[in-house]
């Protein structure tokens, strides 16, 4: 360790914060610095981020220290780095205090020849990122160095400090500046764009390919340079070895966001589905070599069990036998009724191994299966496999010897290893094995007496915001059966009844297929695709409405082009007076593609959801032009010419016009639009 980073270095003197014993520093930037501490109340230690005194008279650094803290705020997660406590320092300074990540991050590690763990951490990013982007948070810095480990070596996602959060606008970011790191950055937000959640699935993508190969697919000299590989070089091919994963690389880095992964379940549904890879054939010889290894790891119980079944199956034998040798010694050997009671101890022993494990020890080896039930906890062997695992012997001890000194303390690392592994299943869509969980962690918890464990009260509050992200998740979707399934699960969780109650009013709020939204324009309406569904505008944006835009965003008027007439643009007509008498709930023409989508993002900023023009797909489900109501036209998402032209839907009241791409910049006096909302 360097003598500036000690505690007692009088050249970086530590902070004074209340509470708190800084040990040392452990990382630093340019807005803040990251102190180890020790939290005296709670003897745990933390890591405090304190912002620079330098940095406090920068308005930007200060605003984006404070967004960090309200973002990570909002945020609950098992792979979001959380939040204890948000405080000043003697001097002034504002500071947050986090969970101390003992384990290094992503960067340190090399991952290329262990394929089952950098699918595990996808899995766990991808759930965070699907978890925040739900709740309106881009991270926009996904890198290797903001994934860290915790003391249980498990993946957390860090480091908010430039995240977009819904509704703040650019107000922390300034318009036209690439901020993140460009080794991972999104060729649009490397230009500055607008950018939505698809460039952290972007950056997910990157930092795949980094950890599968152990280096950067881009790499250049400078940062410039690496913005526009990003932005224009092909993406590289992965090696033979790895090229069952070039798919999932190709669309998570494509150029164009519209041609990535739709969101973060999308892209973790995907990953289930890139291929294992070449494996070696498991040979007969292998199988043996395997089941020999766990039969001598089987403790000294365990045999007891085995001798049991063993004697059972060769008791059940004989007794299918035709007289003669099997009948003597049926008779003379073993009575009828003990072949009976082996068979019932062998069944008990099958469906209970813990059972046998009980009766295979008396109290006096009780602190045997402790200080197995310590190895396995090491060994994560939580609940398997059978006969060598923690639960079946605490369960077994508490039966045994339930005032055993240890057994409380194992208990509780137990239910906290099971709660982790609980709310991760959530998260996964496990549900069956979340519930085996839950039905383990209530008897574990009987059978120990450790009820008010403080391992449940955090597994009842990590399991509620799992769930609810799920719930919200399917409301944006507008899946109600897929909600419904959370509440079920919710039930086999012993939520807190306030909490299920609360959890079950969002899911019944979610609204059918069929129904009209309240809030939305033109009658935004439920619309089913598939086994899925989405909102679109039951008819065009009308004149009032797009009105309302015009006026508080001071956005200029296009000029109107008759669609019949490809040199023809009418100079004196637009929007408000398009040539023809239009009442205000008539839709509204003379707008550009441009002015469509802008209206878009000015509703998506209003209303706190992401409104888009639909797909010629998407389009063919519109609702038909009620009789009397002048047709438009509708532009569409769908492009030609490098999106340079968009192409509209439907016949207008210019009847017999041919369909074909427009202009983006110019207004028709028959095209009008309507939107789509997006989860």
């Known amino acids: ?112 020849d262990d394929p089952t763990r950098i699918r595990d951490i996808l899995r766990a990013l991808l759930s965070a990122l699907a978890y925040a982007h739900a709740r309106g948070v881009i991270h926009r810095d996904v890198k290797a160095e903001n994934v860290l480990f915790d003391e249980a070596d498990r993946p957390l996602l860090a480091d908010f400090g430039i995240a977009l959060r819904r509704g703040y606008g650019s107000r922390v970011t300034s318009a036209g500046l690439a901020l993140g790191s460009t080794a991972y950055m999104a060729p649009e937000q490397a230009r500055g764009e607008e950018v939505d959640m698809r460039a952290d699935l972007y950056a997910v993508g990157v930092l795949t390919w980094e950890m599968l190969t152990g280096h950067l697919p881009f790499e250049a000299q400078d940062a410039l340079s690496m913005a526009v590989m990003h932005a224009q070089d092909p993406i590289p091919r992965l090696p033979p070895a790895l090229r069952h994963w070039q798919k999932f690389i190709d669309r998570a880095m494509a150029k164009y966001p519209l041609k990535r992964f739709h969101d973060a379940n999308d892209m973790r549904q995907a990953l289930e589905h890139v291929p294992r890879g070449t494996q070696r054939a498991f040979s007969p010889r292998d199988a043996t070599v395997a089941g020999l290894t766990r039969i001598r790891r089987l403790p000294v119980a365990a045999w007891v069990a085995l001798t049991l079944i063993v004697a059972a199956g060769a008791g059940m034998a004989l007794r299918q036998m035709d007289g003669g040798p099997a009948e003597f010694f049926r008779a003379a050997t073993v009575p009828q009724e003990t072949v009976v009671a082996q068979e019932e101890n062998a069944r008990q022993a099958f469906e209970h191994p813990e059972s046998a494990l009980l009766r295979a020890a008396p109290t006096s080896e009780a602190s045997v299966l402790i200080e197995n039930a310590k190895r396995q906890l090491r060994e994560r062997r939580l609940v398997a496999p059978a006969g060598d695992n923690a639960y079946d012997g605490l369960l077994a001890v508490a039966a045994a010897t339930p005032d055993h000194l240890e057994l409380p303390d194992l208990s509780g690392r137990l239910l906290a290893a099971l709660g982790t592994q609980a709310v991760q299943a959530i998260t996964d869509r496990q549900d069956d094995l979340a519930r085996r969980h839950f039905e383990r962690i209530a008897r574990l918890a009987d059978a120990t007496g450790q009820q008010a464990h403080p391992a449940l009260a955090n597994l009842r509050r990590q399991a509620i915001a799992a769930l609810s992200a799920r719930a919200d998740a399917a409301a944006l979707r507008f899946e109600r059966e897929t909600a419904h399934a959370t509440l079920v699960l919710a039930e086999s969780a012993a939520l807190d009844p306030s909490a299920y109650a609360a959890l079950k009013r969002r899911v019944d709020a979610i609204p059918r297929v069929g129904d009209t939204l309240s809030g939305d324009p033109a009658q935004m309406t439920v619309v089913r695709d598939g086994d899925g569904a989405y909102a679109m505008t039951r008819r065009p944006i009308s004149r009032s409405e797009y009105g309302r835009f015009a006026e508080a965003s001071g956005r200029s008027v296009t000029l109107c082009r008759e669609r019949a007439s490809v040199l023809r643009v009418l100079s004196h007509r637009d929007w408000t007076s398009p040539g023809f008498e239009q009442a205000d709930g008539d839709p509204v023409v003379c707008v550009s593609w441009d002015d469509a989508s802008a209206y878009a993002r000015w509703l998506s900023e209003r209303n706190g959801h992401r409104y888009r023009l639909p797909t010629a797909t998407e389009a063919d489900a519109a609702a038909p032009v009620q009789a009397g109501e002048r047709a438009v036209a509708e532009w569409l998402l769908d492009c030609d010419n490098g999106c340079e032209r968009r192409r509209v839907r439907g016949d207008s009241w210019r009847r017999g016009e041919q369909e074909r791409a427009r202009d983006v910049n110019r207004g028709y006096d028959d095209v009008g639009f309507r939107l789509i909302r997006e989860p």
């Open 1 to 112: 360790m360097p003598d500036r980073y000690r505690p007692n270095d009088t050249r970086t003197p530590l902070p004074d914060i209340a509470g708190y014993r800084l040990l040392r520093l452990i990382a630093e930037g340019g807005m803040s610095t990251v102190y180890l501490a020790r939290q005296e109340a709670l003897g745990r230690e933390v890591a405090i981020k304190v912002m620079r005194p330098e940095a406090l008279a920068d308005e930007v650094s200060r605003r984006r220290f404070e967004n960090e803290a309200r973002t990570i705020g909002r945020l609950d997660h098992p792979h979001i780095v959380g939040i204890h406590q948000i405080g000043r320092t003697g001097d002034d300074r504002p500071f947050f205090v986090m969970p101390y990540m003992p384990r290094g991050h992503l960067g340190e590690r090399d991952l290329r």
